[in-house]
């Protein structure tokens, strides 16, 4: 995977501003949108050569504050390759997990969640535990109110690991609402789980 790219902004004048700035700076590949967090946070997503996805990011912020309110952005230069399953793919939502709606998560093993207020800081988290420990993503979840979750499972030590990591990088490129681990999950909590991404 090339690196990633990410701008987001309250409201969708300063994201159309951004993607419009960002497509015309670099030879960059446009990824997605997501307008469906709530709170009004708009995020941009796209790809590329690292030098180029980093001039684009540059580019998109200077222009998303001129016309709206920047909210934070990040270059993240060798995603994990997992990270597609939390991605926005040309449209509004970020794709699918493997899981089948309405059916629980299976959980087997220690969980792992981060939670951010906006997507990109939680796009970092989940490359950061992917990266940190043997982990397995096992999706993401958008609540509203621009809150976001990563979970990860795997034993005990490594998400522990994995979940202190991506709370200190989301901490470092947005805001961080939190991160816990659950060592030995009820199977109720699958059940109680939303939808994932």
Known sequence: MKALG????????????????????????FV??????????????????????????????????????????????HPHPELIHVLPCGGSAPSKSKLKPGHPVPLTQALGMVETFGLVADIQAADSMLKAANVTLVGMSQIGAGLVTTFV????????????????????????????VIPKPHAVVGEAMPDLR
């Open 6 to 29: 990410f701008i987001e902004t309250k409201g969708l004048t300063g994201n159309i501003e951004a993607t419009d700035a960002l497509m015309k700076a670099a030879n960059v590949e």
């Open 32 to 77: 997605g949108t997501n307008t469906g967090i709530g709170s009004g946070l708009t995020t941009v997503v796209i790809t590329g050569e690292v030098g180029a996805v980093k001039d684009a990011v540059a580019v998109a912020k200077a222009a998303a504050d001129k016309v709206g309110e920047f909210f934070c952005a990040n270059v993240i230069p």
């Open 153 to 180: 499972q795997g034993d005990v030590g490594a998400v522990k690991a994995a979940v202190k990591a991506g709370m200190a990088d989301a901490d470092a490129v947005g805001q961080l609402v939190g991160g816990h």
